[in-house]
């Protein structure tokens, strides 16, 4: 079973940016996508970038494109996400997942493996 943890996040005023990282220990080949996700207080989660281990294009939602930047290092032991022009709209609890999927890929409900998340807040 893979375990993911995450780390970096932070308080950061509106305009900066913050890295995520993910430690990812036990993948196979079991999984496909590695991915964030985010979840503010009151909401359900959504989908912010997600990459194929496969070594394709990742997917970015529409709120993350053109801020952020996903990857994966090759032997798929560490996922980041590198978010700039952060805004208040972005504080949430961040997540990495993996899971093998099929359909759309930011769909959080289709992954299965998850992290315990790390929290961003963004003061304006």
């Known amino acids: 079973q893979v375990q993911l943890v995450e780390s970096g996040g932070g308080s950061v005023q509106a305009g900066g940016s913050l890295t995520l990282s993910c430690a990812v220990s036990g993948y196979n080949y079991n999984y496909n996508y590695l991915g964030w996700f985010r979840q503010a207080p009151g909401k359900e989660r959504e989908g912010v970038a997600v990459?194929?281990?496969?070594?394709?294009?990742?997917t970015y939602a529409g709120s993350a494109r053109g801020r952020s930047t996903i990857s994966v290092d090759s032997a798929r032991t560490t996922l980041l996400l590198q978010m700039n022009s952060l805004e208040h709209e972005d504080t949430a609890m961040y997540y990495c997942?993996?899971?093998?999927?099929?359909?759309?890929?930011?769909?959080?409900?289709?992954?299965?493996?998850w992290g315990q998340g790390t929290q961003v807040t963004v003061s304006s």
């Open positions: 997942a993996a899971g093998r999927i099929s359909g759309w890929v930011l769909n959080p409900a289709l992954y299965t493996a």
């Open positions: 990459v194929p281990t496969s070594g394709g294009l990742p």
